[in-house]
Structures are given as C-alpha cells and as structure tokens.
C-alpha cells in the first residue's frame, strides 16, 4: 500500500504543486483546505504523514494537534509549514507536537528525502 500523506494547505498552487511531487514518488496524497476538512480525512483514513500550513486562511493550523495527538493507532507524523522562520514558531510547533517545521518555499528534493526518512521510521515499528 502507498504511503498516506495529508496535505493541510490553503493555496491551491502549493497544493498542486506538492501533490504533484508527492505522487511522482510514490505516496497517496488527500488534500485539505481546512481544519474541519482534514479532521474528516483524519477520520476515515490513516495518514503517515500531515503535512500541515500553519496559517489557514483565519485558522491556527496548530488547532489541528489535539486531534492528531488523539488519533487512536499509530500516530501520524506532523510536519509543519510555514513562511516564518524565526525561533519562535519553531518553539510553539515542536511544543505542539509537530515532528519539525519546514520553511516555504520547500526545497523538492529536502522533501523528499525527509519523507523517506520519516516513513522509514514509521515502518520499522
């Protein structure tokens, strides 16, 4: 089975884009545009990994970890995104429980050997 990779983006450009690159490599990508759309998915799926925008539109996309952190099973891992690169919301995303942070824009290729790393991980459990 492919790996399971859910997107949490707002922009529709990042969101071709990387799914795009995603599927290329081999994963399942579902994409959501809100947080309400993305518990839905994290409720009738078992994403791998979230790869989760820390701005939605008016939304925190940290107010998503409650419901990761209580996901039943194996537990996704969260990546965050964001276009701040300061020390700060590095901090607030760890503490949350993201496994790290990525800054947009988001090399390809640091992407993708990050995924394997992380789902190399998850497969030795």
């Given amino acids: 089975m492919l790996p399971h990779i859910l997107l949490v983006e707002d922009n529709a450009l990042v969101i ?37 925008d820390l701005t939605l539109g008016g939304e925190d996309g940290l107010s998503l970890m409650p419901s990761v952190n ?28 993201c496994r790290t942070v990525l800054v947009k824009p988001i ?3 640091k992407l993708k050997g990050q995924l394997a790393e992380w789902l190399g991980e998850r497969a030795a459990f």
């Fill in 16 to 52: 071709d884009a990387l799914t795009m690159l995603l599927e290329e490599t081999g994963h399942r990508v579902s994409a959501a545009t809100t947080l309400a759309q993305a518990q839905r998915v994290m409720s009738e799926e078992s994403p791998d990994v979230v790869l989760l």
């Fill in 70 to 97: 209580a996901t039943r099973g194996t537990r996704p891992i969260v990546v965050a995104l964001t276009g701040h690169d300061d020390p700060e919301t590095h901090a607030r995303c760890i503490a949350a429980g």
């Fill in 107 to 109: 090399a390809a290729m």
